[in-house]
């Protein structure tokens, strides 16, 4: 139980293109899902709490208007780049969290997708 | 602030042998640790929390408030146990990170 799927797995896109990523729970209804983001050898890098049917909570530094995040059903989070450049370029791994008080702070955690942007 | 502490970033230990993982942390609540464990090309996978006291694979966890650590031991590492492991401390509805200790095993 507790899956956490994203897609796409990979994507290659040009400088100043936007590129969506899907964050879903397969098994369980996520009303809170996470964003990170991590680089080579190094940790996950919380970009952004996504609470469904409300605006997403960004951590200090991280641009919302280019990274755009949408939680508009209990299953399925989204994480737009817009105009995406090559510094964007990255590991994203989404997470989410069983509902309530069930599990804690536990996440699962998707396989992450690897954005390209030439 | 929460903060989670992890200072080896690489361990290379010998097969049969102990392994031992620190990690210290900050928070001025009730902390919530665990670890998690990244294979290689595989995704973030929790190995142990703090609440459920139990041993998953041969490793342990035991918090200490007293010295804010959350150590991880195996008493015989073995060579799938090469891996990427996080300790993170979950507060304030998300969790904090470390920065990750690699583990080699080798035969």
């Known amino acids: 139980g507790a899956v956490v799927s994203q897609h796409p797995s990979r994507v290659i896109c040009k400088s100043g293109t936007s590129v969506k990523i899907e964050c879903r729970s397969l098994?369980?209804?996520?009303?809170?899902m996470f964003w990170y983001r991590q680089f080579p050898k190094q940790s996950l890098m919380l970009m952004a709490t996504?609470?469904?049917?409300?605006?997403?909570?960004?951590e200090q530094g991280v641009e919302k208007d280019k990274f755009l995040i949408n939680h508009a059903s209990l299953t399925l989070s989204t994480l737009t780049v817009t105009s995406a450049h090559p510094e964007d370029s990255s590991f994203y791994i989404c997470?989410?969290?069983?509902?309530?008080?069930?599990?804690?702070?536990?996440?699962?955690f998707g396989p992450g997708t690897r954005l390209t942007v030439l | 602030a929460q903060r989670v502490t992890q200072p080896e970033k690489l361990l290379s230990v010998f097969k049969g042998a102990p392994v031992e993982l620190k990690c210290n942390y900050s928070?001025?609540?009730?902390?919530?640790l665990f670890w998690y464990v990244q294979y290689s090309r595989q995704r973030l996978q929790l190995l142990l929390r703090?609440?459920s006291r139990e041993s998953i694979k041969g490793f342990t966890a035991d918090l200490n408030k007293g010295e804010t650590s959350f150590h991880l031991k195996k008493p015989f590492a073995q060579e799938e146990d090469s891996a990427m492991y996080y300790c993170?401390?979950?507060?304030?509805?998300?969790?904090?990170f470390g920065a990750g200790t690699q583990v080699v095993v080798t035969p």
């Open positions: 997470s989410a969290k069983l509902p309530g008080l069930a599990g804690g702070h536990e996440q699962f």
């Open positions: 098994d369980f209804q996520a009303t809170t």
């Open positions: 703090h609440i």
């Open positions: 996504s609470n469904e049917g409300s605006k997403a909570t960004y």
């Open positions: 993170a401390l979950g507060g304030w509805g998300k969790l904090q």
């Open positions: 928070y001025s609540g009730s902390p919530e």
